[in-house]
């Protein structure tokens, strides 16, 4: 078994969750912004949705679908890629996707 197992997916997706439910928190609960809040819970959604999906592959590849097993990557890079883009980063311009 190498560094990327079943088991080291599962415990990816696992992370995955709980950051996405305690995003989605912080959303609800610590911004007042209407426009923060919709942002942070639109990205904890996507968060979510590809943790489910990195586990499912993770549980497909017990059951032997050998494809299943270069799935996690792309979604757990898309979680990442998805994030990195709707984060106002500090050095963003102003005029544009960071309003």
Same mark, same amino acid.
Not at 30 to 49: I, K
Not at 53 to 58: I, L, S, V, W, Y
């Given at each position: ?16 969750? #709980?950051?996405?439910? $305690? ?44 494809? $299943?097993? #270069?799935?996690?990557? #792309? ?19 102003? $005029?544009?996707?960071?309003?």
């Amino acid at each position: 078994m190498g560094f990327w197992s079943r088991r080291n997916w599962i415990t990816l997706a696992a992370v995955g969750g #709980f950051m996405a439910v $305690a995003i989605g928190a912080f959303a609800a609960h610590g911004v007042t912004d209407p426009r923060a809040q919709d942002l942070l819970r639109t990205g904890s959604l996507y968060g979510f949705m590809h943790s489910l999906a990195t586990f499912a592959c993770a549980v497909f590849m017990q059951i032997g679908a050998r494809r $299943a097993r #270069f799935a996690p990557a #792309f979604f757990l890079s898309g979680v990442l890629l998805s994030r990195a883009r709707s984060t106002p980063w500090p050095w963003a311009p102003r $005029a544009g996707w960071a309003r």
